[in-house]
């Protein structure tokens, strides 16, 4: 394939490599009917849309959909226009509205022959792409076991149609999951294996349950799902959603009421969305023995970071010093064996080869996204620091061997 290699929006001196790189973390912005095209007719009250307060939202079970400030996505924040927010240099102290640039929906953010010809000009050989508001659904449907499984069959329907699950190497678009009821989602893991899929993902943290306390994405009672996925080889990623933990904000006296693109310190230092989610799912992969008994298993974490891991290795080792007879193999091998990794810009990813090696470590842009980066390539100058063989591994090998030879 011939690749041309977008210009960077920075300067001619923006560090670039002379190889297409391989990009974990692109997403695409969902149509109107991107669930009701596909929904049996018996369920599309569930999900609507409305006018509230003059502005076009979406309705799911009543309650507003809260995770995308805008759903219509037109206009639709530039890539990258949050860059210097989430690197930490708001030095003049701007609100996340006075920074972030707007801009008409563009071709290719919907239509796959258009994100093709983008992939060529980003020098990107192969990207996974990833739902914008759609990981944010599952957490208001939780009380309807039924209705969920609908929905996000309906979803996926979508998704394969407009995208397709795996047509080619150049775009991987994993159908979403939910483990709420057990036997919907080994049929729907049947189903998206058998049109192709070569990945599924889900949101990190806690299954919903409306029985009860939520469980472990790895008790036993879903090991039909994982089997199904370490068998066919599929990654699983594991991406940034709506995990249900910003109510233990009010706990400390922080609104758990959506402010749009507002922030308070507290809930910046807690990363409620973010950090603790994916530190708490991965320590119950391993601590509840998920690897153990599907040796074969694959999972990518996806814009959730990297920052949360150095802590999470510290404490699996003080665990198995501690209680050695309660582990199969060290917690830690374990995780580095079945992990991969793709941090935020801003992490320390020098720090990330140290604790799980470089040949477990992706590029994520999160392009279009405004808080990822204005073009893919822009990440070299942060992956650098790995040096050459390395920078490699992260920005090529690495995603190839997992979804890009078949």
């Not at 695409?28 to 599309?44: F, G, N, Q, T, V």
Request: hydrophobic share 35%; with cysteine; proline share 8%.
């Amino acid at each position: 394939m011939s690749v041309q290699t977008e210009s960077a929006p920075t300067s001619e001196t923006t560090p670039d490599v002379d190889y297409p790189i391989y990009d974990a973390d692109q997403h695409y912005y969902e149509p109107a009917d991107c669930i009701s095209r596909h929904l049996d007719p018996k369920y599309r009250g569930i999900v609507r849309w409305a006018d509230i307060d003059g502005r076009k939202t979406v309705l799911i079970n009543g309650r507003q959909l809260t995770v995308v400030p805008n759903p219509t996505y037109d206009p639709v924040a530039a890539p990258g226009s949050l860059e210097t927010y989430f690197r930490s240099e708001n030095f003049e102290g701007k609100e996340l509205r006075d920074m972030v640039t707007m801009q008409s929906i563009q071709p290719e953010y919907r239509d796959r022959a258009e994100r093709v010809k983008r992939l060529d000009e980003q020098g990107v050989e192969q990207t996974w792409l990833l739902p914008s508001f759609g990981l944010g659904i599952e957490e208001m449907l939780q009380e309807d076991p039924e209705s969920t499984a609908a929905i996000f069959t309906a979803y996926n329907r979508w998704l394969d149609e407009d995208w397709g699950y795996a047509r080619d190497n150049r775009i991987i678009a994993p159908p979403m999951i939910t483990l709420i009821d057990v036997a919907s989602a080994e049929a729907e893991v049947d189903r998206v294996l058998a049109l192709g899929a070569r990945m599924v993902i889900l949101k990190a943290g806690p299954v919903a349950n409306p029985y009860g306390q939520p469980p472990s994405p790895a008790d036993p009672r879903f090991d039909g799902v994982w089997a199904r996925l370490a068998e066919a080889g599929a990654v699983v990623v594991i991406h940034a959603g709506d995990a249900g933990y910003t109510k233990f904000l009010s706990d400390w006296g922080e609104s758990t009421r959506y402010t749009g693109l507002k922030s308070s310190p507290l809930t910046e230092v807690l990363s409620l969305g973010v950090e603790r989610p994916i530190f708490d799912m991965m320590a119950a992969m391993v601590c509840h023995g998920l690897f153990d008994r599907h040796p074969a298993l694959k999972v990518a974490t996806v814009e959730l970071g990297s920052a949360w891991l150095p802590d999470l290795h510290r404490r699996l080792k003080a665990a198995y010093g501690k209680t050695p007879q309660l582990f199969k193999r060290d917690p830690i091998e374990s995780l580095r064996e079945h992990v991969w990794i793709a941090p935020f810009y801003e992490d320390k990813i020098s720090t990330l080869r140290e604790v799980q090696g470089a040949d477990r470590i992706l590029l994520g842009s999160d392009w279009p996204h405004p808080e990822g980066l204005p073009t893919p390539r822009s990440a070299v100058a942060d992956y650098e620091c790995l040096g050459a063989e390395d920078m490699r591994k992260a920005l090529h090998e690495n995603q190839k061997a997992l979804t890009g030879t078949r």
